[in-house]
């Protein structure tokens, strides 16, 4: 039976050739030009004396939109090549070559900041008031007020050049160790050897003794390289702590925060209505552990089915869901998803050699979107595809401003994606045909929950602890595993009976430098998204317009005002948490009433 959509994105619309692509080649050429054209420019840059003395500064604004944009495209697409095949060793260099290039990016912009910096307050407060310039107002006057917290500019500047091999190579370091890791696992009679990405999609198979074979060897897989990954996560604390530490910063949460755009005070109500609402959960972690004949879930079995069958769910079968159901909530989203299959921006083949996870990267320069996951037919997949095309549609609303207004934070890049996963899951769950199905769909649902309630506050925690006991030297693997074991009892209010020591390791998250503590934005961005979603329900019908109002504010506003604006309500409360952890909770509660008389 032939498919109606591929499984393999096309890169070729974009440049064609892939790593070797001469057209990629001559656009990095273009890019460095116009990189050195705006540092030129700025270094010229004059200190405006009187409000009316704009031009320098809308010159440079013009050209850094054009810099900024260039440099994402190019970023994007060597995202996309290191990923579909870890092994291609021309997109190697061309990540040794993005690095370079965000470096002198990096640099150009602290020089920018500084000279905003140097601008009088009175002149800039009616400057930034001109009319050729209040559209970048909330951007301008955030980059002014984080340049004058960081360090003379020189010292910047070396700290961007060095980071280069100092610090952004203990990622790529990271990457290139994963890329080289395989594990070996029984398939029938015979063995088979998948990337770690193919091997994780097992945690969530039927068998009990398949998903700890997974375990098992995936575990064994990370333990054997733990030293390395030790390495990695020390030396990329250490170089951040060092730059907290030359530019006065005493809280290491202070750069998620300020690049998250959000305040402690948000942070902390946010977990603290999350601790106080752990009971329901709890339950549901007993009763599925009874449904699956266990005394108590291990770790391997967070993600089990508790169906003893699951349907495979086939790639144009998860589009057409996909496509119907957002099509219920927004026709623009599903517009926007039928273009993403259309055109081929989807990387879905389950096939050895891509790197695990999945994201989403935007093409601002081309106005296009890809894709990357690893698709094997289970209800989880078709969750992390309607995530992935949540991200895309939030970026596809945003093309239609400046660059320079397009740069959301992560918890409300969040915010759009799991929405898109609510919507796909609500459906799944009202259109179930059979009990059963509905108790499966429901669990998945809570899933999810348990995910952003507990697994990730275990990551919190534990980046929490780790930078803590980092300040006082290098930690160990050992230690690490212990710190991973103690924040996991934690945030499962010690209910399993095993846990995943290595988990420090296998999660790429801990290792991205672009931003430590990349963790809360999900949570944040899925009950921030119960509320939007909320609304959406009880709309009178003009909810799809206000929600790509709320998409294209979400560059430009803290996520405070963001939140006052477009849904009224106070983040620094409890109130507006726990009226989105009640909504999980109903469904707990729904799936303990229909598992009642289910227990083995």
């Known amino acids: 039976m032939n498919s109606q959509y591929t499984m393999e994105w096309n890169l070729d619309s974009l440049f064609s050739g892939g790593s070797s692509s001469k057209e990629l080649h001559n656009y990095i050429s273009e890019l460095k030009k116009n990189m050195d054209v705006l540092l030129s420019a700025v270094n010229k840059f004059i200190i405006p004396e009187h409000s009316n003395d704009s031009k320098d500064l809308e010159d440079v604004i013009q050209l850094l939109e054009k810099a900024t944009k260039q440099l994402s495209e190019f970023s994007s697409f060597v995202s996309c090549l290191s990923a579909q095949d870890v092994g291609d060793k021309e997109a190697k260099l061309l990540v040794g070559k993005r690095s370079q290039l965000s470096s002198l990016y990096a640099t150009t912009i602290s020089k920018f900041d500084q000279k905003l910096v140097q601008i009088e307050e009175n002149v800039w407060e009616h400057l930034i008031e001109q009319q050729t310039l209040i559209a970048f107002k909330f951007v301008l006057n955030e980059r002014r007020k984080l340049a004058k917290e960081k360090l003379p500019i020189e010292q910047e500047i070396l700290l961007n050049d060095l980071s280069v091999d100092g610090y952004h190579a203990w990622g790529e370091m990271y990457d290139t160790i994963v890329g080289k890791m395989s594990v070996e696992l029984t398939n029938g009679d015979e063995s088979e050897h998948l990337s770690v990405g193919q091997a994780a999609n097992r945690l969530s198979d039927p068998s009990r003794l398949k998903r700890k074979e997974a375990f098992t060897e995936l575990e064994k897989e990370w333990k054997k390289n733990s030293e390395l990954f030790a390495e990695t996560i020390n030396h990329l604390a250490g170089f951040r702590l060092q730059t907290y530490n030359h530019r006065g910063w005493a809280h290491v949460l202070k750069e998620p925060l300020d690049y998250n755009r959000m305040s402690d005070e948000t942070l902390h109500a946010m977990w603290e209505a999350i601790a106080n609402n752990k009971t329901p959960f709890v339950s549901y972690l007993k009763r599925k552990a009874e449904l699956l004949g266990l005394e108590k879930l291990s770790w391997f079995d967070l993600e089990a089915p508790i169906a003893t069958s699951t349907k495979t769910i086939n790639f144009d079968e998860a589009a057409r869901t996909i496509i119907e159901q957002f099509s219920r909530f927004s026709t623009n989203m599903a517009e926007f998803a039928q273009t993403a299959f259309d055109k081929g921006w989807i990387e ?66 969040e915010t759009a994606s799991t929405l898109a996963e609510m919507v796909i899951a609500d459906a799944a769950v009202r259109n179930a045909t059979t009990q059963d199905e509905k108790i499966s769909l429901l669990e998945e649902k809570i899933q999810r929950s348990v995910a952003f309630f507990m697994n990730i506050h275990s990551r919190f925690l534990f980046e929490n602890k780790f930078y803590l006991e980092r300040r ?97 309500v106070d983040l620094g409360g409890l109130d507006f948490w726990e009226k989105g952890i009640e909504l999980c909770i109903a469904d707990v509660e729904e799936f303990l009433r229909l598992t009642e008389n289910k227990i083995r």
Request: proline share 3%.
């Open 348 to 413: 879905a083949e389950d096939r050895a050699g891509k790197r695990p996870g999945g994201f989403c990267t935007s093409f601002p320069d081309s106005g296009e979107t890809r894709i990357f996951m690893t698709y094997s037919g289970t209800a989880s997949n078709v969750a992390t595809l309607a995530h992935e095309l949540g991200h895309g549609y939030h970026q596809h609303v945003m093309d239609e401003l400046s660059v320079l207004n397009q740069d959301y934070a992560m918890n409300v890049a």
């Open 472 to 568: 006082n030297g290098i930690v160990s693997a050992e230690r690490l595993s212990e710190l991973m074991v103690e924040a996991q009892k934690e945030a499962y209010c010690n209910e399993l009976e095993s846990y995943d020591p290595t988990f420090w390791a296998s999660k790429l998250h801990f290792h991205i430098t672009d931003v430590p503590f990349y963790n809360f934005p999900y949570t944040f961005g899925y009950l921030f998204s119960l509320g939007i979603y909320a609304n959406a329900v009880e709309s009178d019908g003009n909810f799809e317009e206000s929600y790509k109002e709320l998409l294209r504010d979400t560059g430009i506003m803290t996520v405070e005002d963001l939140a006052k604006k477009h849904l009224n």
